[in-house]
């Protein structure tokens, strides 16, 4: 099947990482197809505005030992960066693991309408488009199609926010959307600066936004969900919005979560 190049067009600004940015923010360019590490991309994608505030995106993409390619939280990108990505293989796997991503995955299934659709459990927070039917919902145990490349496990505890996390074995990544965050601060918007800092996932340190941590209701699951993280063996974080880490991301997780030993 060969991509429609009008199926997606990048926006004329230029959003993605702002190269006015503050903090040790690596910045790409929009849509660029970038090898991460062995078998694992990652692409910008532009800004969006959720909940009246703008944050930048990314989209993680796989290609499993099957040959065929799973993609998380796709983003629109220009035509050659969509050609790159169908030169890897076969894209099969479309997957939303957050709540608030599930929308990204219309635009998608319009282009590879025969790949199977996989979302997070829906919470009142749940976003989406149209009305798509999915293949499944994700749980703690990977599906047996990508069992062998990725692990995964829902962080449990938020009646709100019900986000899968993906281990990326061969790499040693742990993938994530929305519960870690380290949003660069923009010069010339003080309001969104204040904002992130108040939310403690301003760049460099970022972490757990402030109404995320609140959310989590039921602490023992949270922290179970916390010691399967900690269990994988991973050295890299992926992570939706901002920088990502190439390498020692432990401590970092384990810092991020030091609220839940409270």
């Excluded at 990652?42 to 009246?52: A, K, T």
Aim: aromatic residues 10%; glycine residues 6%.
């Amino acid at each position: 099947m060969k991509p429609n190049p009008n199926v997606f067009k990048v926006p004329e600004s230029k959003p993605g990482s702002n190269p006015d940015a503050q903090g040790d923010v690596k910045s790409f360019s929009v849509s660029e197809l970038r090898a991460f590490a062995d078998n694992i991309w990652i692409v910008e994608g532009p800004n969006v505005r959720d909940m009246g505030v703008m944050f930048t995106t990314r989209m993680t993409i796989v290609k499993l030992s099957n040959g065929s390619v799973w993609i998380e939280s796709p983003v629109p990108v220009p035509f050659e960066t969509l050609k790159r990505i169908t030169e890897l293989g076969p894209v099969k796997y479309l997957v939303a693991a957050t709540p608030r991503h599930v929308w990204r995955l219309e635009r998608w299934h319009t282009l590879f309408p025969e790949a199977q659709l996989w979302t997070s459990r829906p919470t009142p927070f749940t976003l989406k488009q149209g009305n798509l039917s999915f293949t499944g919902v994700l749980r703690d145990a990977p599906y047996q199609d990508w069992a062998d490349d990725l692990d995964q496990l829902t962080f449990k505890g938020s009646p709100l926010l019900d986000e899968v996390l993906f281990f990326h074995k061969e790499s040693r990544t742990v993938i994530l959307d929305d519960l870690i965050q380290i949003d660069p601060l923009v010069k010339g918007k003080p309001t969104r600066n204040a904002l992130f800092k108040l939310e403690g996932v301003a760049a460099p340190y970022g972490g757990v936004a402030l109404d995320m941590r609140l959310s989590f209701m039921n602490r023992n699951l949270a922290r179970q969900s916390l010691e399967k993280l900690l269990s994988w063996d991973f050295d890299k974080l992926i992570i939706a919005h901002g920088v990502c880490i190439e390498k020692d991301a432990k401590p970092f997780v384990e810092r991020a979560f030091q609220w839940l030993s409270h």
